[in-house]
């Protein structure tokens, strides 16, 4: 089974800095998704950037950006010049690319960001 | 697009009691979804649904009951609430094969407490 970890309960960075989230995952598969979705306190669940394991390119969606190491296993989330609005729960998430009928979304247990004025 | 719809947002319960959350989606997605969170626990998946009629068990999915009679609905049933059922639920769906897959579509969630 697949299993992702989030080693970080708890970051914070000051506004208009870069931070770096991080994520591990674990797999025998080599063809699977990547997520990171972000929870404000609305508790809706926003994806935030995804990446394809076979594109090498990392994913990049305005002030997102991912650093994706294939061999390490390695997803972190890197978060340009923080807003106040980036503050929120962060969850990394893998998903199998093979349909087996059980492919669910495995969560990690999430890196909750505060964003310092 | 609606997207996916979850009702109720809140609730509270007694233990023993049962009740039904319903989700609703509208993007003819073939794979729902349920999944409860818990403080320190990340999303956990508790039953899903590839189809009409066609249902089976995730990774907590003790004390649930799922059915899908549409492509639409797909109502998470707590037979008898006890408070380890307390938790935020959320109601997903996505496309099944194709590019399209990689997406999955969350609901608003409910907040339940069970006393």
């Known amino acids: 089974a697949q299993t992702v970890t989030q080693s970080q309960p708890e970051m914070s960075v000051q506004e208009a800095e870069t931070v770096t989230l991080s994520c591990t995952y674990d797999?025998?598969?080599?063809?699977?998704?990547l997520f990171w979705y972000k929870q404000p306190p609305s508790r809706q669940m926003i994806l935030v950037i995804r990446?394809?394991?076979?594109?090498?390119q990392n994913a990049t969606e305005n002030r997102f950006s991912v650093n994706f190491q294939k061999a390490a296993k390695s997803f972190s989330l890197k978060i340009s010049d923080s807003q106040l609005g980036d503050a929120a729960m962060y969850f990394c998430?893998?998903?199998?690319?093979?349909?087996?009928?059980?492919?669910?979304?495995?969560f990690g247990k999430g890196t909750r960001l505060s964003v310092i004025a | 697009n609606a997207g996916v719809t979850q009702t109720p947002k809140f609730q509270v319960l007694k233990t023993g009691q049962s009740m039904t959350l319903q989700c609703a989606q509208d993007?003819?997605?073939?794979?729902m979804s349920w999944y409860r969170q818990d403080p320190g626990m990340g999303l956990r998946l508790i039953h899903y649904?590839?189809?009409?009629?066609?249902?089976d068990q995730g990774e907590v999915p003790n004390g649930y009951n799922v059915s899908r009679s549409t492509t639409e609905d797909f109502p998470l049933r707590l037979l008898s609430a006890a408070p380890s059922q307390t938790s935020v639920y959320f109601c997903?769906?996505?496309?099944?094969?194709?590019?399209?897959?990689?997406?999955?579509?969350f609901g608003p969630g409910t907040r339940l407490t069970v006393l």
């Open positions: 649904s590839v189809g009409a009629g066609i249902t």
């Open positions: 797999t025998s598969e080599s063809d699977y998704y």
């Open positions: 998430a893998y998903r199998s690319a093979i349909w087996t009928g059980n492919t669910p979304l495995v």
């Open positions: 993007m003819n997605h073939e794979y």
């Open positions: 990446q394809e394991a076979y594109k090498q």
């Open positions: 997903a769906s996505s496309y099944i094969g194709g590019f399209s897959y990689n997406e999955q579509f």
